[in-house]
């Protein structure tokens, strides 16, 4: 992701939690949303809730499983909260 996209996408987010009457996600923010097989309906409670539906990794899910494995865990918290934030969870 270009260093641009990164921070406007941050900044969005930020503004839409402190403001959330104004979290409609503007057009040119979109295509992020596309590229990264994010669910943008999701987004904000995803970040709004990060320290309760994640604990240790974040990312789509076939990594997540990947990083179980390497800690030699058979569940990391946050599997649900993965599958409704990826669009794809393969």
């Known amino acids: 992701m270009p260093l641009k996209d990164y921070i406007e996408l941050v900044e969005w987010t930020g503004q839409s939690i402190i403001h959330p009457d104004k979290a409609t ?14 669910n943008q309906d999701n987004w904000l409670n995803q970040v709004n809730h990060y320290g309760r ?6 990312g789509p899910l076939h990594l997540i499983q990947s990083f179980a494995d390497k800690l030699k865990s058979k569940w990391i918290k946050g599997v649900s909260s993965i599958r409704s934030l990826y669009l794809s969870t393969t």
């Open 25 to 38: 996600i503007p057009t040119h923010l979109k295509p992020i949303f596309q590229r990264l097989n994010i």
């Open 53 to 58: 539906n994640y604990y240790r990794a974040v």
